[in-house]
C-alpha cells in the first residue's frame, strides 16, 4: 500500500512539474517567444527567477502568490495549471498503471490541457503544440491503428468541415479542429471517437447559447470529451452500442 501510494505521489510530481513547463508553453508560444531562452523571470521586474521559485505549487504558496523581488501579484493560475496537469497524469496512472507508452499518452493530454487554456485566453490553437498532442498520441504499442484512426478522423472532420464551407459559403471549420480530431481518433479509436465528439458537443451547448454573440473555443471541449471517454473507454463503448441495439 504505502508503496503504491508513493508512485502515485512521484506520477503526480513529475505531472506538476510537467504542469510548470506548460505554464512557460501558455505565456510564450501565443507571443511568439521561445519556450527555452531567456530562463523563467518575473513578469513584472524581469528578475530572474532562482530555482527554488519554480518548484511546482509550493514556491507560489510559499511566496504567498507574490513575486519575492518586486511583491508584484503571481497569477493563481500557474499553481492551478501545475495541479490539474498533475491531477490528469494520475488519473491516466490509474487507467494504465506504469506501462512504457504511458509518458506518451499523459504527454499528449498535457499539450491538449495546454491548448485549452491557450484557446481560452486568446481563442486560438498554435499548430505546434497541437501537432505534439498528436504526435506523442501516435506512440502506442499499436502505431498503425493509431495513426489509421487518427488519418480517418482527421480527413472524415476535414471533409465535413470542406463541405459545411460550401453550404455556408465561409469557412466552417479550422485546420485546428481537424488536428485535434487526428489526435482523438489515435487516443481513442472507433467507435469512442464518435461518442467523444457527440459529448463534446453536449458540453459545449450551453455555453455556446450562453455565448451566442462572442462565441466560444471548442477545442476545450473536444479535450476535455476526450480525456473523459478515454478513461471511462469501456462504459463508453457498452453505452454506445445499447443505443444502437438496444
Given at each position: 500500500?504505502?508503496g503504491t501510494?508513493a508512485v502515485?505521489?512521484?506520477v503526480?510530481?513529475?505531472?506538476?512539474?510537467?504542469?510548470?513547463?506548460?505554464?512557460?508553453?501558455?505565456?510564450?508560444i501565443p507571443?511568439?517567444?521561445?519556450?527555452?531562452?531567456?530562463?523563467s523571470?518575473c513578469?513584472?521586474?524581469?528578475?530572474?527567477l532562482?530555482?527554488?521559485?519554480?518548484?511546482?505549487?509550493?514556491?507560489?504558496?510559499f511566496l504567498?502568490?507574490k513575486c519575492?523581488f518586486c511583491?508584484?501579484s503571481i497569477?493563481?493560475?500557474?499553481?492551478m495549471?501545475?495541479?490539474?496537469?498533475?491531477?490528469?497524469?494520475?488519473?491516466l496512472y490509474f487507467?494504465l498503471?506504469?506501462?512504457?507508452?504511458?509518458?506518451?499518452v499523459?504527454f499528449s493530454?498535457a499539450?491538449?490541457?495546454?491548448l485549452?487554456?491557450?484557446d481560452f485566453k486568446?481563442?486560438?490553437?498554435?499548430?505546434?503544440?497541437?501537432?505534439?498532442?498528436?504526435?506523442f498520441?501516435?506512440?502506442q504499442?499499436?502505431?498503425?491503428?493509431?495513426a489509421m484512426?487518427?488519418?480517418?478522423a482527421?480527413g472524415?472532420?476535414?471533409l465535413?468541415?470542406l463541405?459545411?464551407?460550401?453550404?455556408?459559403?465561409?469557412?466552417a471549420?479550422?485546420?485546428?479542429?481537424?488536428?485535434?480530431?487526428?489526435?482523438?481518433?489515435?487516443?481513442l479509436g472507433f467507435p469512442?471517437?464518435?461518442?467523444?465528439?457527440?459529448?463534446?458537443?453536449?458540453?459545449a451547448m450551453?455555453?455556446?447559447?450562453?455565448?451566442?454573440?462572442?462565441?466560444?473555443p471548442f477545442?476545450p471541449?473536444?479535450?476535455?470529451?476526450?480525456l473523459?471517454?478515454?478513461?471511462y473507454s469501456?462504459?463508453?463503448?457498452q453505452?454506445?452500442?445499447k443505443l444502437?441495439y438496444g
Amino acid at each position: 500500500m504505502t508503496g503504491t501510494f508513493a508512485v502515485i505521489l512521484l506520477v503526480f510530481i513529475f505531472g506538476a512539474m510537467i504542469g510548470s513547463f506548460l505554464n512557460v508553453v501558455i505565456y510564450r508560444i501565443p507571443k511568439g517567444e521561445s519556450i527555452v531562452f531567456p530562463a523563467s523571470r518575473c513578469q513584472s521586474c524581469k528578475t530572474p527567477l532562482k530555482w527554488y521559485h519554480n518548484i511546482p505549487i509550493f514556491s507560489w504558496i510559499f511566496l504567498k502568490g507574490k513575486c519575492a523581488f518586486c511583491d508584484a501579484s503571481i497569477a493563481i493560475q500557474y499553481p492551478m495549471v501545475e495541479f490539474m496537469t498533475g491531477l490528469i497524469f494520475t488519473v491516466l496512472y490509474f487507467k494504465l498503471g506504469i506501462v512504457w507508452y504511458f509518458p506518451f499518452v499523459a504527454f499528449s493530454f498535457a499539450a491538449l490541457f495546454a491548448l485549452v487554456m491557450i484557446d481560452f485566453k486568446y481563442m486560438a490553437v498554435p499548430d505546434s503544440v497541437n501537432i505534439a498532442a498528436l504526435l506523442f498520441a501516435l506512440i502506442q504499442p499499436d502505431f498503425i491503428h493509431a495513426a489509421m484512426y487518427a488519418a480517418i478522423a482527421a480527413g472524415g472532420l476535414y471533409l465535413i468541415g470542406l463541405l459545411s464551407s460550401v453550404i455556408a459559403r465561409r469557412e466552417a471549420m479550422g485546420g485546428a479542429d481537424v488536428i485535434v480530431a487526428g489526435t482523438m481518433g489515435a487516443l481513442l479509436g472507433f467507435p469512442n471517437f464518435f461518442v467523444a465528439l457527440f459529448l463534446s458537443a453536449l458540453l459545449a451547448m450551453i455555453p455556446s447559447l450562453v455565448n451566442r454573440e462572442k462565441g466560444v473555443p471548442f477545442v476545450p471541449f473536444l479535450a476535455l470529451a476526450t480525456l473523459i471517454v478515454y478513461l471511462y473507454s469501456t462504459q463508453a463503448t457498452q453505452l454506445l452500442e445499447k443505443l444502437i441495439y438496444g
